[in-house]
T-cell receptor, first 114, second 113 residues
Framework: EAQVTQNPRYLITVTGKKLTVTCSQNMNHEYMSWYRQDPGLGLRQIYY???????DKGDVPEGYKVSRKEKRNFPLILESPSPNQTSLYFC?????????????FGPGTRLTVT | LAKTTQPISMDSYEGQEVNITCSHN???????ITWYQQFPSQGPRFIIQGYKTKVTNEVASLFIPADRKSSTLSLPRVSLSDTAVYYC??????????????FGSGTRLQVQP
């Protein structure tokens, strides 16, 4: 089954404790991205990757890091999480980078930073 | 950055037709307009996509005027299960190598019995 998986689905952590949210897709997609969703603000892109070793900032990259060492994986790293990063996070993938390609979203990761 | 504008919320009743308009004044020449549907605590899912004029599938229709500065998602005869948030997506017209994607804030559709 074609899918995007994220782990963990739920995470509660404390300020400053480094964490990683994993994202994996099994569709051989080149384009992957991370979004955060907050009430009233819709989906905002954090980082995206056009291919292995090619990443770039989206609209709200501050406080996040990503890496793309393998085509299927695109982990999101919070080196020093803060309460304002409490949010619902989605990973997505698509065949290509243009908006004409359908985005496939993961189930989401709900992060709480205390 | 590209910006889309949609109504924050809409209300409807079962069986009615719902039209949601998205404004995207700065859409790039190469970009398509794509609409997604999102249920609570789930990731968005693709509904329909178009470049110009009209597109129809089994779920919805999409109307795009000639200037492509807006688009209208039309849901015929909505049911309670259509209650969701709807997003339109376009690319970034200032993107000259970057390929950022920008979703709007979405339109929350509430369908009443």
């Amino acid at each position: 089954e074609a899918q995007v998986t994220q782990n963990p689905r739920y995470l509660i952590t404390v300020t400053g404790k480094k964490l990683t949210v994993t994202c994996s897709q099994n569709m051989n997609h080149e384009y992957m991205s991370w979004y955060r969703q907050d009430p009233g603000l819709g989906l905002r892109q954090i980082y995206y990757s056009m291919n292995v070793e090619v990443t770039d900032k989206g609209d709200v990259p501050e406080g996040y890091k990503v890496s793309r060492k393998e085509k299927r994986n695109f982990p999101l790293i919070l080196e020093s999480p803060s309460p304002n990063q409490t949010s619902l996070y989605f990973c997505a993938s698509s065949e290509g980078a243009f908006s004409s390609y359908e985005q496939y979203f993961g189930p989401g990761t709900r992060l709480t930073v205390t | 950055l590209a910006k889309t504008t949609q109504p924050i919320s809409m209300d409807s009743y079962e069986g009615q037709e719902v039209n949601i308009t998205c404004s995207h004044n700065n859409i790039a020449t190469n970009d398509y307009i794509t609409w997604y549907q999102q249920f609570p605590s789930q990731g968005p899912r693709f509904i329909i996509q178009g470049y110009k004029t009209k597109v129809t599938n089994e779920v919805a229709s999409l109307f795009i005027p000639a200037d492509r500065k807006s688009s209208t998602l039309s849901l015929p005869r909505v049911s309670l299960s259509d209650t969701a948030v709807y997003y339109c997506l376009v690319g970034d017209p200032q993107d000259t190598g970057r390929r950022a994607l920008t979703f709007g804030s979405g339109t929350r559709l509430q369908v009443q019995p």
